[in-house]
C-alpha cells in the first residue's frame, strides 16, 4: 500500500545536537511539506518541495534545514539554532494541481530535547 | 494572508448527541476547505472535503458544507460514538498549494 513512512517514531537530542528526521513516500506525489504541531497551536509549516531540488521556506523555517534530492524523500535536519526543537513533527504529500488537490500526512516523529 | 478561526476545545459530549464543530475562514480566491482528524499519538487523516460553494463533504457520517457566503465549513455529525474521540482540525488550500490549519479542537465522547 502507498503512504508516507516517518522515522523514528520518538527521537530524543541533546541540547546542541543536530538531528535529522526522515520522511518517504510511495504515492508518486510531487510537493512535501513538513509541520511542526505544538499543543494549543495547531501546525505550522515549516518547509515545503514541489518539485526536486527545490523547496521554499514556512512560517517557521528558523533552525531547521531540508533537502530534496530524490522525489520520495524530504528530510528534515532540526539544527542546534533551534531554540525550543521539541515538538511533534508531521510530513505530508501532495498531488499538484487545483482539482486533485489531497493531502496525505505521516504518523509523525515526536522530538523530545534532553 | 490566509486564515483559520475553529471553535476552541475541548469538547466533551455523552454518546449520541449532536455535535458541531465551527469553523471560519479568510482567505482569497476559491479555498479548497478540509476536515482532518488525529487521533492519539497518530499523524493526520482527511474526513472530509469541499472544492468550490455550497459543496457537502461527508464521510463516516460527518458533513460539512462549504458557505461562501458566510466563510464557514462546520463539521456537523448527528450521533457521534466514543470512537469519535479526537482532534478535529480545519484547513483551507489556496492557490499556493500549502495548507493553513485552524488550532484544532478535541474532542471527547463519554459512554
Known amino acids: 500500500d502507498g503512504g508516507i513512512t516517518q522515522s523514528p517514531k520518538y527521537l530524543f537530542r541533546k541540547e546542541g545536537q543536530n538531528v535529522t528526521l526522515s520522511c518517504e513516500q510511495n504515492?508518486?506525489?510531487?510537493?512535501m511539506y513538513w509541520y511542526r504541531q505544538d499543543p494549543g497551536q495547531g501546525l505550522r509549516l515549516i518547509y515545503y518541495s514541489q518539485i526536486v531540488n527545490d523547496f521554499q521556506k514556512g512560517d517557521i523555517a528558523e533552525g531547521y534545514s531540508v533537502s530534496r534530492e530524490k522525489k520520495e524523500s524530504f528530510p528534515l535536519t532540526v539544527t542546534s539554532a533551534q531554540k525550543n526543537p521539541t515538538a511533534f513533527y508531521l510530513c505530508?504529500?501532495?498531488?499538484?494541481?487545483?482539482?486533485?488537490?489531497?493531502?496525505?500526512f505521516g504518523s509523525g516523529t515526536r522530538l523530545t530535547v534532553v | 494572508g490566509n486564515s483559520v478561526t475553529q471553535m476552541e476545545g475541548p469538547v466533551t459530549l455523552s454518546e449520541e448527541a449532536f455535535l458541531t464543530i465551527n469553523c471560519t475562514y479568510t482567505?482569497?480566491?476559491?479555498?479548497?476547505l478540509f476536515w482532518y482528524v488525529q487521533y492519539p499519538g497518530e499523524g493526520l487523516q482527511l474526513l472530509l472535503k469541499a472544492t468550490k460553494a455550497d459543496d457537502k463533504g461527508s464521510n463516516k457520517g460527518f458533513e460539512a458544507t462549504y458557505r461562501k457566503e458566510t466563510t464557514s465549513f462546520h463539521l456537523e455529525k448527528g450521533s457521534v460514538q466514543v470512537s469519535d474521540s479526537a482532534v478535529y482540525f480545519c484547513a483551507l488550500s489556496g492557490g499556493n498549494e500549502k495548507l493553513t490549519f485552524g488550532t484544532g479542537t478535541r474532542l471527547t465522547i463519554i459512554p
Open positions: 504515492l508518486n506525489h510531487d510537493a
Open positions: 505530508a504529500s501532495s498531488i499538484f494541481g487545483w482539482v486533485r488537490r489531497s493531502y496525505t
Open positions: 482567505a482569497t480566491g476559491y479555498p479548497s
